[in-house]
């Protein structure tokens, strides 16, 4: 149960699981690794992900020029003579896509990573180095061995030939996955969400609501990551996003988003794009800020034209509390007969604050529900529709049989239940004792899940 105060979590350094404490992967402690090695005067050997043909996994329609039968596994050292972490810090324009994997998403998402110095430090610690206590291993936990064919790195690779903090990464995430082939094709917010322990809110633009730029400004003000994706063949972008800002352009507010194309140089060529002439309407100091004509896949855009582009807009907030569930599958709502023998929640919500009472801001409750995967291999993992529903319930106890759900609408619910890794809703619930009720589309439908839920009220949950 949360402490009295809300439903909210203050981690400290003694948190298991926290970012000052994170649980060791496949029970692996690097610490004791790294020590063990320079005890030893060795260079570390990953027993876990070994280098070999089972790292690197099975890759479909590869590219004829790859023959994977020539890869060889090289330490940096072996491919340059001064090998560094990072070189003049860490940038979304520092690294390239291979020609092998499709993890476009995977890029787009440390990209994102590096708007946020705190967050990227917190996934990648930046006081390590290939010289001082170097051990062959660094804080993901992977031996510092690289797939290469003619010594050129067979993934991605830094624009600096020395810097191999893009690669690294690359490699703890395909060992977390499974292999470098689980890495093939997958969504940013998955990513994201590995990457930060966050929870991840999406809009469906041409349905999103009135009050979209305060929620974008407000997002980023707090250490938020937002992307965006659009099927637009025309542009064939993906892109996520770094600031938001209002401007006036001959005394009329202008709302601009500003956006980074990982996927390359390419750019919008439309109103507020680096060449156009709607610079030159805006204040000469705003101009300098804001205005730099460079080919490098940053560039500004109108929010009018940004929502009529995009389909999408997902955010991953940093949240920290989670709680685990377990329980039977008895489907979807409509299977009324075994509906019941769903995990139950409940909670209880004791005021609104100032903000929700005046309707000002009158969501108070966001409810996240997380597929938690156990297969060690992401390809081989397999999501099922899930939503969940919110009841409400006065002074009754104990379980709730299908008799409570036979004539009972719910006050909330997920708008439909869909195949993601999560789903989320932002909803409004007045004081009470409620209830809520996770499930998948059918019976017999089981999987591990985690159940998020963020209140800025006084909440208890159990």
């Given at each position: 149960?949360?402490?009295?105060?809300?439903?909210?979590?203050?981690?400290?350094?003694?948190?298991?699981?926290?970012?000052?404490?994170?649980?060791?992967?496949?029970?692996?402690?690097?610490?004791?690794?790294?020590?063990?090695?320079?005890?030893?005067?060795?260079?570390?050997?990953?027993?876990?992900?070994?280098?070999?043909?089972?790292?690197?996994?099975?890759?479909?329609?590869?590219?004829?020029?790859?023959?994977?039968?020539?890869?060889?596994?090289?330490?940096?050292?072996?491919?340059?003579?001064?090998?560094?972490?990072?070189?003049?810090?860490?940038?979304?324009?520092?690294?390239?896509?291979?020609?092998?994997?499709?993890?476009?998403?995977?890029?787009?998402?440390?990209?994102?990573?590096?708007?946020?110095?705190?967050?990227?430090?917190?996934?990648?610690?930046?006081?390590?180095?290939?010289?001082?206590?170097?051990?062959?291993?660094?804080?993901?936990?992977?031996?510092?061995?690289?797939?290469?064919?003619?010594?050129?790195?067979?993934?991605?690779?830094?624009?600096?030939?020395?810097?191999?903090?893009?690669?690294?990464?690359?490699?703890?995430?395909?060992?977390?996955?499974?292999?470098?082939?689980?890495?093939?094709?997958?969504?940013?917010?998955?990513?994201?969400?590995?990457?930060?322990?966050?929870?991840?809110?999406?809009?469906?633009?041409?349905?999103?609501?009135?009050?979209?730029?305060?929620?974008?400004?407000?997002?980023?003000?707090?250490?938020?990551?937002?992307?965006?994706?659009?099927?637009?063949?025309?542009?064939?972008?993906?892109?996520?996003?770094?600031?938001?800002?209002?401007?006036?352009?001959?005394?009329?507010?202008?709302?601009?988003?500003?956006?980074?194309?990982?996927?390359?140089?390419?750019?919008?060529?439309?109103?507020?794009?680096?060449?156009?002439?709607?610079?030159?309407?805006?204040?000469?100091?705003?101009?300098?800020?804001?205005?730099?004509?460079?080919?490098?896949?940053?560039?500004?855009?109108?929010?009018?034209?940004?929502?009529?582009?995009?389909?999408?807009?997902?955010?991953?907030?940093?949240?920290?509390?989670?709680?685990?569930?377990?329980?039977?599958?008895?489907?979807?709502?409509?299977?009324?007969?075994?509906?019941?023998?769903?995990?139950?929640?409940?909670?209880?919500i004791y005021e609104l604050n100032k903000e929700c009472a005046s309707d000002q801001c009158p969501e108070?409750?966001?409810?996240?529900?997380?597929?938690?995967?156990?297969?060690?291999?992401?390809?081989?993992?397999?999501?099922?529709?899930?939503?969940?529903?919110?009841?409400?319930?006065?002074?009754?106890?104990?379980?709730?049989?299908?008799?409570?759900?036979?004539?009972?609408?719910?006050?909330?619910?997920?708008?439909?239940?869909?195949?993601?890794?999560?789903?989320?809703?932002?909803?409004?619930?007045?004081?009470?004792?409620?209830?809520?009720?996770?499930?998948?589309?059918?019976?017999?439908?089981?999987?591990?899940?985690?159940?998020?839920?963020?209140?800025?009220?006084?909440?208890?949950?159990?």
């Amino acid at each position: 149960m949360p402490p009295p105060d809300g439903c909210h979590h203050n981690p400290n350094e003694d948190d298991v699981n926290s970012s000052t404490s994170p649980l060791n992967f496949l029970d692996q402690n690097y610490q004791e690794l790294h020590q063990t090695c320079l005890t030893e005067n060795t260079l570390y050997n990953d027993e876990l992900f070994l280098p070999d043909n089972s790292s690197i996994g099975l890759f479909n329609d590869l590219p004829p020029e790859v023959d994977m039968s020539q890869v060889a596994w090289k330490r940096p050292s072996e491919l340059v003579s001064n090998p560094n972490l990072i070189v003049d810090g860490m940038s979304r324009f520092d690294y390239a896509q291979g020609s092998v994997l499709g993890n476009c998403w995977f890029l787009a998402a440390i990209g994102a990573l590096t708007f946020e110095k705190d967050i990227i430090k917190q996934v990648m610690p930046a006081e390590q180095s290939f010289t001082k206590n170097y051990a062959g291993i660094f804080y993901f936990r992977v031996i510092i061995i690289l797939p290469t064919i003619d010594d050129e790195l067979l993934f991605v690779c830094s624009k600096t030939s020395n810097e191999f903090w893009p690669a690294l990464l690359e490699k703890a995430y395909a060992k977390v996955c499974g292999s470098y082939a689980d890495l093939h094709a997958g969504f940013i917010s998955e990513a994201l969400m590995d990457f930060t322990g966050g929870t991840h809110m999406y809009y469906t633009l041409n349905m999103a609501p009135a009050d979209l730029w305060k929620i974008m400004k407000c997002a980023l003000k707090s250490k938020t990551l937002i992307f965006f994706f659009t099927f637009n063949k025309s542009l064939k972008l993906t892109l996520i996003s770094g600031f938001v800002k209002q401007v006036m352009s001959e005394e009329n507010p202008v709302q601009l988003v500003r956006l980074f194309n990982p996927w390359g140089e390419e750019e919008w060529q439309g109103h507020w794009s680096d060449g156009s002439p709607l610079w030159d309407t805006v204040c000469e100091k705003v101009r300098n800020i804001c205005h730099e004509v460079l080919n490098d896949g940053e560039f500004w855009m109108a929010m009018e034209d940004f929502t009529n582009i995009f389909e999408n807009i997902d955010i991953c907030c940093l949240c920290p509390d989670f709680l685990d569930g377990s329980g039977e599958s008895g489907g979807d709502i409509i299977k009324t007969e075994t509906f019941w023998t769903n995990p139950q929640f409940r909670v209880k919500i004791y005021e609104l604050n100032k903000e929700c009472a005046s309707d000002q801001c009158p969501e108070n409750i966001l409810v996240s529900l997380i597929q938690n995967h156990e297969k060690r291999n992401r390809k081989s993992q397999e999501n099922f529709k899930i939503g969940f529903y919110v009841f409400e319930m006065r002074n009754q106890s104990g379980r709730f049989l299908s008799e409570f759900f036979i004539d009972r609408e719910p006050v909330a619910q997920t708008d439909e239940l869909v195949w993601f890794r999560e789903v989320m809703k932002f909803f409004k619930l007045e004081p009470g004792e409620y209830m809520i009720v996770p499930c998948t589309e059918n019976p017999g439908e089981t999987a591990s899940f985690i159940l998020s839920l963020f209140s800025k009220n006084e909440t208890h949950l159990e």
